[in-house]
């Protein structure tokens, strides 16, 4: 027998914002969910809902097609929460997308595009477009400022079995490289993490070694005095006039006192772990994407009070910078002007 004096109103709350993977899912089915995490981690619509074509704030909600419409005429005056977003144009639903989201900045080395195609049901091409765009949205806004204090530099190469490559790309490659046949140069900075501040780097992919490619990132990225580490290869770009420029020789040894690039050599090992076990083929066009995004999880292990990020938080901040950037399939398969296929119509 049931006790009806226990038995309580139905009242309709609304769920706190997911802490698993397995939240996420069941959270993200619900498209008012979705609406409503969208609008509560979009900052430019903090203070309601603006055209993005004409910047006007009086805009009507269609609620059947969950829709904006602005109430100036002109060309797309009907809009959704996608819009201006790496979602805009996708035919995908947002239920999809924000589990790839969450799956993707939260996997200790990433998805491959096979894996969200079966995960998520849609094609391979599909998911692989889809990725890339979250990987967009992961790559740093750098507004967290310049790196300071002690900074290792230090440079890696990736991929490219030579043997594997189409005789003029092979050409192509052996022009930019240099000496290293085949191999990506990444440059990573990274600042040493203090008692008030975690760890964080910045990597990205340059034509070469060189100091006249090497300089300018580093000017761009650390404050002038910092003290920075280097392997023997940095007595090419040695910028002694604004940095206390530290080299160890790895001939002789790895590690001088604090003359070290260790922590800069773990980053290595996990960026090229995520690309062997991943993803199995990454075309060097296509390899600043994966830095990116191995930087990304890098920088958002912790809080700038160094507590530990959870998921969720993890999540949110992807979602908070998915805002403002686009990149078309075109863009990414470098056809642009070629006709797109429709791969965005599946589901
Ligand atoms: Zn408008």
Redesign the pocket.
Known sequence: MLDSSRLLPYTRTMPTEPRTLQEAILYFADPENCMHYLLAHRPEWKNGVV??????KD?GFIASRRMWQ???R?PK?QFSVKVGTIMEDSAIGLDKWLVAIWMQTNSRNGVSSWEIHRSLGITQKCAWHMLHRIRLAMQDDLSGGTLSGEVEVDESYIGGKARNMHRSRKRRMQITCGRKVGKTVVLGILERETESKPKRIRATVVPDAQKLTIAPEVYAHVEPGSQIHSDEHGNNWRMDDRYIHNIVNHLETYVQGNVHTNTLENFWSLLKRGLAGTYVAVEPFHLFRYVDERAFRYNNRRHADGEVMTDSERFSVAVEQIVGRRLTYAELTGKVGEKREGTETVN
């Open positions: 055209c993005p074509t004409c910047d006007s805009v602005c109430k100036n002109h005056s």
